[in-house]
């Protein structure tokens, strides 16, 4: 099952993400530079072998819920977010608004 729902912080609107797969779920909020996501993402990957593409992007471990991804402190963020002022520990909706 997808879930896709507008999600506001700050008077500002993001697009909430679930996807529930077998054994996992997967979990985003995108704004229209940048997204935040749980531990799926693979920042390493879109620092290296993606990096001509800019990706603003942060990820959370540890993540059930979007309240969870909102509220969870960045395990890691790509080169471009950090670019942006987005810092590791910073948590997902403080991210989202640097997006």
């Known amino acids: ?3 896709i ?7 500002r ?3 909430a993400v679930v996807v529930k797969l077998p054994k996992t779920t997967l979990l985003a909020v995108t704004s229209e530079k940048g997204y935040i996501m749980c ?6 990957l879109l620092n290296n072998r993606l990096k001509d593409r800019k990706i603003i ?3 959370a471990v540890g993540v059930k819920t979007i309240d969870d ?3 969870a402190p960045l ?7 950090e670019s942006r002022g987005i ?7 403080e991210a989202l608004l640097f997006m």
């Open 57 to 59: 992007a942060a990820r």
């Open 1 to 3: 099952m997808i879930d």
């Open 39 to 44: 531990g799926a993402l693979d920042v390493h």
């Open 13 to 15: 609107i993001f697009i």
């Open 87 to 93: 810092k590791k520990g910073m948590i997902g909706k």
């Open 69 to 71: 991804l909102l509220n």
């Open 5 to 11: 729902k507008p999600l506001t912080i700050e008077n």
């Open 75 to 81: 395990e890691s963020v790509t080169e471009e977010a």
